[in-house]
């Protein structure tokens, strides 16, 4: 298990937090990362590329109704088209009704996934999967599907998160009733269940207020917008063994899933993870893969492709949630927070498991608060199943917390940077978890976004605005493994069980070179298959650099241990007179590099070393956003004119993957928060399901995104990493919604702040 | 002796008090202790001797995977907090 002491960052000798100087001779530089010229020209593999001998071709029906019973299913005019080889419906998979009651709460969990996979009674959101079909070309498949006879009876949707908490509302699930920590209530319900934080007195805090403020927020589930739809290409072989070549986030929790649906041994079925076009977190879930898997078996062992087109994508593929959230937060005269109170309410879609747990965590967790009640409700609706969506659940949190702040602000007459001076979170200060923050950077951030020219360069015209918004974001360790061999010639290829989602093969690839004190070029990354390489967990929660980071540093000094011990057998020197230092091993009198060294300990016994970690201390990121917008009282449209992001990174291993993640994120929080929603009709089919009325950002939407990287090492990480994906894209909307009131005087509770809402807002608060 | 944090939901149980301290060297000790005191307790935390699946064991601030056999010290804080689900 790594030791999070273990770390470079509190080692004496290296004790700056500035990498100008040497302290690192291969991170912090900006090598070429692998791979980007074969994305650039075509060339890479991605799951849709995949092509085998005899393979057919899948598609799936999908339910025109957004919740209705299930009455009956003829595929007999399927089967009997020419060019089908196999039709499936929920009665081909397995019947785990034994072992879903026999694991209790843990059988829910299991049951959800397998009726989103095929629905058996009830179809619980338009587009959700019925049957599928195998066949001989793409277009047969089509036909087949239209030859599935299917009855429903259709029920009555509910779509809206508050609706669905009435009394009166649509029930989805009979039997299901709300938990609240093991109290479950007696009667049906769409609240799955209901969670609290409590910490001091909020009543009390907020007698002691001097300003409160009061507001309701809504927002629109939103889809992670992956340019790659969904694919997953399965062979199950006549001897029982599977594999399947899809596009996943994690290849190990595919594997698993898969066998618990299809109840087989998870050592019978290889995932090879293709390059992945965008994940966000939509791609941690399997929708296609045991499909795909049990047509194979029923069409004779032919590999069978499946791919979803777009707009089942975005019908059918889990989006972030949407919410309802009330906030209510109180200042004494000086600004300092005295109390607040929080309700969240989240579609969780058509099963249980949205992500208010992670939302109660992250809206007020970068402000010292004394006096706290956070309540969060998990509500299902005939929408499809929600999934994680980069920093799931804290975008539309801090869009509402964020707003309230700067309203607070503007109360107190007070600047929006000094007021998350005086009540922001600083190294020491206690987490939700109860335990100190190590050593953390949002104090550092709010003071470079201060200083920053963004910061204090006046606006030029009329409608114009500027917004400040903060966000924080936990991070995540979870288990990683990577493994390593040595080349003749000194060369390492290096594999670990992540998936590369975002350029970590170099940046893994990085820390292996600083740890042997090689270059980047010296080492080829790669990411193993699931019978390659050990457990890994998904590349999520920004947790690969950090995580995977740490097996790689460990398998690094796996290495040089075993390579002195090697040394002193070879050249015959006492242990003792063999040590390694900034990339030297020096052997009795003899100073060899690592390459040199390699070589020739390489010609007598293969070199190779291993790691498995599930290190702790992944420390938190901060981040504040500074957003000037020009708002057309005519039409409605935001135009973002100037954005800066400043955000903790810990450690840049690789600046420039460091700045497009920061980047990246803005990009989709500005779409997130004036233009993405899912418009359904009143019985709940999805009238938008195409990018092109889906409407993501463009490059011609965006200015140019300044990213300011602050690095206040980590701790809990040998090389000072915290993780930077998610960070940038919680406080975007915020930012936004507070450039977008300073402009008009107008402040938008809704999401997207559509040019529609905006001339609504204007219609219901004229400007004298 | 060993903090155990009470989620403000269960703290009905515990007559309103946020925090307990009671003895054991391991989570599982500790659970049991609670619930000599606290009647009921450990159901609410616990199916068997699985962690509920919409929790997660936090021992002074780090997460731990081994439910009642995780090990803890004599100043050690346990907290419950809700786990991520949703596909993280």
């Not at chain 1, 002691?208 to 739809?229: C, D, K, M």
């Not at chain 1, 005086?422 to 003071?447: C, K």
């Not at chain 1, 893994?508 to 298959?529: H, N, P, R, Y």
Request: hydrophobic letters at 40%; a negative charge; one cysteine or more.
């Amino acid at each position: 298990m790594s030791d999070p002491k273990h770390s470079l960052v509190n080692d004496p000798k290296h004790s700056s937090a500035d990498n100008q100087g040497g302290l690192f001779h291969v991170i912090g530089t900006r090598p070429i990362r692998p791979g980007d010229t074969t994305k650039v020209t075509g060339q890479a593999i991605y799951g849709i590329d995949v092509n085998l001998p005899d393979m057919l071709y899948g598609a799936v029906l999908r339910s025109p109704h957004a919740h209705a019973r299930i009455l009956s299913i003829d595929t007999r005019q399927a089967q009997a088209l020419e060019g089908v080889r196999a039709v499936i419906t929920a009665a081909d998979l397995p019947d785990l009704s034994a072992k879903i009651s026999a694991e209790g709460e843990w059988g829910a969990e299991l049951r959800y996934q397998n009726d989103n996979i095929l629905a058996r009674d009830k179809v619980l959101y338009y587009g959700h999967a019925v049957a599928a079909v195998s066949a001989t070309n793409p277009h047969i498949a089509a036909e087949a599907l239209k030859s599935i006879r299917v009855a429903y009876e259709v029920l009555p949707p509910v779509l809206d998160v508050q609706r669905a908490m009435a009394a009166q509302a649509p029930i989805l699930h009979l039997d299901l009733r709300t938990d609240e920590l093991g109290l479950r209530g007696d009667r049906p319900t769409n609240v799955a269940s209901h969670m609290q934080t409590l910490q001091g007195d909020p009543q009390r805090g907020f007698e002691q207020a001097a300003i409160i403020v009061e507001r309701e927020f809504h927002t629109s589930a939103v889809h992670q917008g992956y340019l790659e739809p969904h694919n997953a290409t399965a062979l199950w072989a006549a001897n029982g063994e599977i594999t399947i070549w899809c596009s996943t986030q994690g290849s190990f929790s595919a594997r698993d899933s898969t066998a618990e649906v299809l109840n087989i041994p998870a050592a019978r079925i290889r995932v090879l993870p293709q390059e992945v076009g965008g994940g966000f977190g939509g791609k941690n879930r399997i929708y296609l893969e045991p499909v795909a898997a049990l047509l194979s078996r029923k069409s004779g062992h032919k590999p069978v492709k499946l791919v979803m087109s777009h707009p089942e994508v975005l019908a059918a593929s889990g989006p972030a949630s949407a919410s309802w959230i009330r906030v209510k937060m109180g200042v004494d005269r000086d600004g300092k927070i005295t109390a607040a109170a929080v309700n969240l309410a989240y579609a969780a879609g058509a099963f249980p498991g949205s992500t208010v747990g992670v939302a109660m965590g992250t809206i007020l967790g970068h402000y010292r608060i004394a006096n706290l009640q956070i309540d969060g409700y998990d509500v299902v609706t005939n929408t499809p199943w929600s999934a994680s969506y980069r920093a799931l659940g804290a975008t539309n949190a801090a869009f509402t917390s964020e707003s309230v702040v700067d309203e607070l602000c503007e109360k107190l007459g007070m600047d929006p940077i000094e007021f998350r001076l005086l009540n922001g979170v600083r190294t020491g200060d206690p987490r939700s978890n109860g335990q100190p923050f190590a050593r953390i950077g949002f104090m550092e951030t709010l003071e470079t976004a201060r200083q920053h020219p963004h910061y204090t360069t006046p606006l030029s015209g009329p409608y114009q605005g500027r917004g400040v918004a903060a966000g924080y974001w936990g991070n995540a360790g979870g288990r990683s493994s990577a493994t390593a061999s040595i080349n003749p010639d000194g060369s390492v290829n290096l594999v670990t069980g992540s998936v590369d989602i975002t350029g970590t093969r170099m940046t893994l690839a990085m820390q292996l070179a600083e740890t042997l004190g090689i270059t980047a070029e010296d080492v080829q990354a790669s990411v193993g298959d699931t019978a390659m390489i050990a457990f890994a967990d998904g590349s999520w929660g920004s947790r690969t650099t950090f995580s995977t980071g740490w097996a790689v540093y460990e398998l690094g000094q796996n290495l040089i241990h075993l390579m002195c011990q090697r040394a002193a057998e070879h050249f015959q020197v006492p242990a003792e007179q063999v040590r390694f230092d900034d990339g030297i091993f020096t052997v009795g009198e003899q100073k060899l590099a690592f390459k040199e060294l390699a070589a020739q300990l390489n010609a007598h016994v293969p070199l190779m070393a291993s790691a498995t970690v599930n290190p702790g201390g992944a420390g938190p990121a901060f981040g504040v956003h500074i957003v000037d917008v020009e708002v057309d009282p005519e039409t409605g449209q935001v135009k973002v004119l100037r954005y800066t992001t400043v955000q903790d990174v810990g450690k840049a291993i690789h600046p420039a993957y460091v700045e497009g993640q920061m980047q990246g994120g803005v990009a989709q929080g500005i779409g997130w928060a004036l233009n993405e929603e899912y418009i359904y009709d009143e019985a709940g089919r999805m009238l938008n399901a195409s990018f092109l009325d889906y409407r993501i950002p463009t490059c011609a939407d965006l200015p140019a995104i300044d990213a300011v990287i602050v690095e206040v090492p980590n701790p809990g990480h040998p090389y000072g990493v915290r993780g930077v994906g998610e960070m940038s894209i919680v406080p975007p909307p915020a930012a936004l919604a507070n450039a977008i009131h300073a402009a008009t005087g107008l402040r938008l509770a809704v999401l997207p702040m559509s040019p529609a809402r905006i001339l609504e807002a204007y219609e219901a608060n004229p400007i004298s | 002796m060993p903090v155990v944090w009470i989620p403000s939901l269960l703290r009905s149980l515990t007559g309103g008090q946020e925090k307990v301290s009671v003895s054991g060297e391991t989570v599982g000790q500790v659970i049991e202790a609670l619930e000599q005191r606290y009647p009921g307790l450990r159901a609410r935390l616990f199916q068997g001797d699985r962690l509920r699946p919409d929790l997660s064991l936090v021992v002074d601030g780090d997460m731990s995977v081994r439910g009642l056999l995780q090990v803890v010290k004599e100043d050690s804080e346990v907290r419950f907090i809700p786990a991520i689900r949703g596909g993280s």
